[in-house]
């Protein structure tokens, strides 16, 4: 039986017409497809989610570390013949766990990170060697995302571990929110700011046991952070950051399979350049933003003072203080 990637490759490759509707039908007429455009979705929504929290508390080297420590589970399900996704769980929440015990801070968790990630490359590496199988498709696969091979099963297993982890932030968003925003007087007022963290790391760890098999443990960034760092410039409020993280990943994710039908490129390659090329706009857009308030008439000299203020929604903090 042909894979996903075996029929795109023997296949001619389809041209796009003004004809959406008919475009549309030809393009879901590949079970294949549905279940990448059904499995892609949840992990965007899941992915804008949980990235803005990313973004805020400064944990992007933790999510991307998180994505290669699963990357130990999953290479090591691979060569000894059970679920590549649940050892990629299994090793990230075991991760997140060490991580955020081992830590007292956020600030001061590069250490811990650091020494977790480098044993688990390490172990990852070992499993690798170990794996006997004639394709390499599934390492492959995991560094780069393999959406076009996920099988019905896994998008139901996908889909019931993103509403899981919606629901715990749900639970927990006033709280988390305050404690990402200002960590110092969360702790003043009775916030369990440690049990927030550990937490937030383990609902970290199934979100990137998601966006992996989307992008990938090399392009994780894609989903899980460069949407909510376009967000954290342009919105000044938590509730329209996180809508618009959310409308960015299903943008990308959506586009990338899309192009990627109509073009063989790999699918974690277009999903990784639609984002970045969405945050070179997002930068230049408020740069000369910024360019143009410092430039008003009737100012004296180029600048004038302002009342320092974070940027994003960083500085709606005061606002958004639960009390």
Not at 197 to 203: I, N, T
Request: include cysteine; charge should be positive; hydrophobic fraction near 55%.
């Amino acid at each position: 039986m042909l894979t996903a990637a075996g029929i795109l490759a023997t296949a001619a490759t389809p041209k796009p017409s003004w004809n959406i509707v008919h475009d549309l039908h030809q393009l879901f007429s590949y079970p294949f497809m549905r279940h990448a455009f059904a499995a892609g979705t949840i992990v965007a929504v899941l992915a804008g989610v949980v990235g803005y929290f990313v973004v805020i508390r400064q944990s992007a080297f933790a999510a991307h570390s998180l994505s290669e420590i699963g990357f130990a589970g999953a290479s090591g399900g691979i060569a000894f013949g059970f679920s590549a996704v649940l050892g990629l769980l299994a090793m990230s929440l075991l991760g997140a766990a060490v991580i955020g015990l081992l830590g007292k801070r956020l600030r001061g968790r590069d250490a811990a990170i650091g020494t977790v990630l480098v044993f688990s490359l390490g172990l990852g590496s070992y499993f690798i060697t170990r794996y006997k199988g004639e394709n390499a498709s599934g390492p492959f696969g995991l560094l780069f995302g393999e959406i076009l091979g996920i099988s019905v099963h896994d998008v139901w297993l996908v889909a019931i571990a993103a509403g899981v982890t919606l629901l715990a932030v749900a639970v927990m968003y006033r709280p988390l929110l305050f404690a990402s925003l200002d960590e110092d007087v969360a702790e003043a007022r009775g916030v369990p700011v440690r049990g927030l963290s550990v937490a937030f790391l383990l609902v970290l760890a199934v979100a990137v046991t998601a966006a992996v098999q989307v992008v990938g443990v090399l392009l994780i960034f894609a989903l899980l952070v460069t949407p909510a760092a376009i967000a954290d410039r342009v919105c000044r409020t938590p509730g329209r950051a996180v809508a618009l993280c959310v409308a960015l990943s299903l943008v990308f994710v959506w586009a990338g399979l899309t192009v990627t039908y109509y073009s063989r490129f790999p699918v974690g390659f277009l999903i990784a350049t639609f984002a970045f090329a969405g945050y070179l706009i997002a930068r230049l857009g408020t740069g000369m933003r910024r360019a143009r308030g410092t430039m008003r008439p009737g100012r004296v000299g180029p600048t004038a003072p302002a009342v320092p203020q974070a940027p994003g929604v960083l500085g709606a903090a005061a606002t958004h203080s639960p009390r």
